[in-house]
């Protein structure tokens, strides 16, 4: 992914996240790459707003379908409502979800082009500021 397709791709990205947040009623601060020398998580939203998202494979480097990018946005964005992993952030992340599927931002199952690789989960880490995918 040359720096133009990263541009793009987080355009695309904010665009999508604008939406959402819009729809709900959600406040963010940015929606940024997360550092290429992060390989424990896919996502994280610090207690300010920002939201980072990892744009390639931990291990393969290659990038991540934009369908798991968008579980991710939608899984962060989750976290401006309920900052923690419980019962009641599951509910409201599977909303989004499907607010975004229905909206044709979300579109899981589609078919991958050849050079994405499988999305491998990485292990928890969370910290009293923020809140990873897992």
Do not use: W
Not at 26 to 53: M, P, Q
Not at 61 to 83: D, I, M, N, Q, W
Request: proline share 5%.
């Amino acid at each position: 992914m040359d720096r133009r397709e990263r541009r793009e791709l987080l355009a695309r990205l904010r665009s999508d996240a604008e939406r959402i947040a819009e729809h709900f009623g959600l406040r963010y601060r940015s929606i940024e790459a997360e550092r290429a020398n992060v390989t424990s998580r896919y996502g994280v939203c610090f207690s300010d707003g920002t939201i980072k998202i990892r744009l390639r494979h931990a291990t393969t480097g290659r990038p991540l379908k934009y369908s798991s990018l968008v579980a991710t946005l939608c899984h962060e964005l989750a976290h401006l409502r309920h900052f923690h992993h419980g019962e009641s952030f599951r509910r409201y992340n599977a909303y989004i979800l499907e607010y975004a599927r229905r909206e044709g931002i979300y579109r899981p199952g589609e078919r991958a082009a050849a050079a994405d690789p499988p999305v491998e989960e990485p292990e928890p880490t969370t910290g009293p500021e923020q809140l990873a995918l897992f």
